[in-house]
């Protein structure tokens, strides 16, 4: 089993659709969550960076981590076409200054 | 957050040679990361360098196919030895900054 699972799409939404990106760990271990945004031809930035269960919002974005169902989600409201990019989670059992093991990233486009 | 410029941007190598990244970031650093990025597949920790001790490598990768200097708190090397097709990738350089991991815009290699 993969240490982190991510469901690698490709999601295609209108502009304004609430987009949903999720994806599932299996070592209870890791406490430390991101989500980080790839632009084509970029590095990854870091959106939205997390260490507890439940909702962390910032602007249209929200982070939501499960630790019981070792589950984590990425919600974007409002969606633009300037959101399209592909979108990694990343877990780490002691932050950023460990390790991080990414999941595949799931490519979102968003179309005006 | 820091700001991380890489070079070259991009190259295209012959099988057999080597190549040399560089990996500059704008405030010090204790801990930079090397990672890869195949197509389809995840970002793949390669190895951790911080200043004065050798670089900690994953499983799977070695000094001597992937040597790294780190002979400042702002800049690290990472070298492709002995290039073969499979190194076709991404090369990237991070940085740990509060416990956050910032990229930069990475290093695409082609191996011909």
């Known amino acids: 089993q993969k240490e982190v699972e991510q469901d690698p799409g490709p999601l295609s939404v209108p502009e304004g659709a609430i987009v949903s990106l999720n994806c599932t760990y299996s070592?209870?271990?890791?406490?430390?969550f991101m989500w980080y945004r790839q632009y084509s031809r970029k590095g990854p930035e870091l959106l939205m960076y997390t260490y507890s269960s439940g909702n962390k919002e910032d602007g249209r974005f929200t982070a939501q981590v499960d630790k019981s169902s070792k589950y984590i989600s990425l919600f974007i409201r409002d969606s633009q076409p300037s959101d399209s990019a592909t979108y990694l989670c990343a877990i780490s059992p002691q932050g950023g200054s460990e390790k991080l093991v990414f999941g595949k990233g799931t490519k979102l486009t968003v179309n005006p | 957050s820091a700001v991380i410029s890489q070079k070259p941007s991009r190259d295209i190598c012959q099988r057999g040679t080597s190549l040399t990244i560089q990996c500059q970031v704008d405030?010090?650093?204790?801990?930079m990361f090397w990672y890869r990025q195949q197509p389809g597949q995840s970002l793949t920790l390669i190895a951790t360098a911080n200043q004065g001790s050798e670089a900690t490598y994953e499983s799977g990768f070695v000094i001597d196919k992937f040597p790294i200097s780190r002979p400042n708190l702002t800049f690290s090397t990472l070298t492709v030895s002995n290039m073969s097709p499979e190194d076709s990738s991404i090369y990237l350089c991070s940085v740990e900054k509060t416990y956050e991991q910032y990229f930069g815009p990475g290093t695409r290699l082609t191996v011909t």
């Open positions: 405030s010090q650093v204790t801990m």
């Open positions: 070592n209870s271990a890791f406490q430390y």
